[in-house]
């Protein structure tokens, strides 16, 4: 049997932690709320209902992930003294030649998609919020154990069973994706 799985990558679907001390001050703070007064600043995030990211997700705190489409931060929300829910907030960077529209139907059309999907190999997506500034931030689910690039990278190489067992997972949510009409 393989000494990893993809499940030791995304550990549980519950990503609640045990907090020794209190959060550190976030790095910035999302306010939902379709508000449109001028007190708004300029990371408020329009949303129909009133509670603010705050509220439901935490603070983002510091950077977990780089990409071609943005960067992704781990968001820290507290349940009481001792424990935490985690979740990943990925900030998208709009193509420069990419007009508004396009933008915003390019990111709820993926959006719709990926949260649609509902299958233990894929991460779930939970929310997706636009700021004032036009800016989208999706709310997924933190997966502590990193991704398998990452893991394969630290490792060196994998054993035949390990790379089998990735293979059959992936193959398996791929299926499951087919199956769902993403190509």
Same mark, same amino acid.
């Given at each position: 049997?393989?000494?990893?799985?993809?499940?030791?990558?995304?550990?549980?679907?519950?990503?609640?932690? @045990?907090?020794?001390?209190?959060? !550190? !001050?976030?790095?910035?703070?999302?306010?939902?709320?379709?508000? &449109?007064?001028?007190?708004? &600043?300029? &990371?408020?995030?329009?949303?129909?209902? !009133?509670?603010?990211?705050?509220?439901?997700?935490?603070?983002?705190?510091?950077?977990?992930?780089?990409?071609?489409?943005?960067? #992704?931060?781990? +968001? @820290?929300?507290?349940?009481? @003294?001792?424990?935490?829910?985690?979740?990943?907030?990925? %900030?998208?960077?709009? &193509?420069?030649?990419?007009?508004?529209?396009?933008?915003?139907?390019?990111?709820?059309?993926?959006?719709?998609?990926? +949260?649609?999907?509902? @299958?233990?190999?894929?991460?779930?997506?939970?929310?997706?919020?636009?700021?004032?500034?036009?800016?989208?931030? %999706?709310?997924?689910?933190?997966?502590?154990?990193?991704?398998?690039?990452?893991?394969?990278?630290?490792?060196?190489?994998?054993?035949? +069973? %390990?790379?089998?067992?990735?293979?059959? !997972? #992936?193959?398996?949510?791929?299926?499951?994706?087919?199956?769902?009409?993403?190509?």
């Amino acid at each position: 049997f393989p000494t990893r799985r993809s499940s030791d990558l995304k550990n549980s679907k519950d990503s609640t932690h @045990h907090v020794n001390s209190p959060s !550190q !001050q976030p790095k910035f703070d999302l306010t939902l709320g379709g508000s &449109n007064s001028e007190e708004s &600043n300029e &990371n408020t995030i329009t949303s129909s209902n !009133q509670e603010s990211f705050f509220e439901k997700y935490g603070n983002c705190q510091e950077i977990i992930g780089r990409g071609t489409f943005g960067i #992704i931060r781990l +968001s @820290h929300k507290k349940i009481n @003294h001792k424990e935490e829910k985690l979740f990943a907030v990925k %900030e998208f960077t709009r &193509n420069a030649n990419e007009s508004d529209g396009k933008y915003s139907k390019r990111l709820t059309y993926e959006f719709c998609i990926s +949260s649609s999907l509902k @299958h233990e190999s894929i991460i779930n997506a939970f929310d997706l919020f636009k700021d004032s500034k036009g800016d989208y931030y %999706e709310v997924m689910e933190y997966c502590s154990g990193g991704d398998l690039y990452s893991l394969i990278v630290a490792a060196g190489k994998l054993e035949y +069973s %390990e790379a089998d067992c990735f293979f059959k !997972q #992936i193959m398996r949510a791929v299926h499951y994706m087919h199956e769902m009409g993403v190509s």
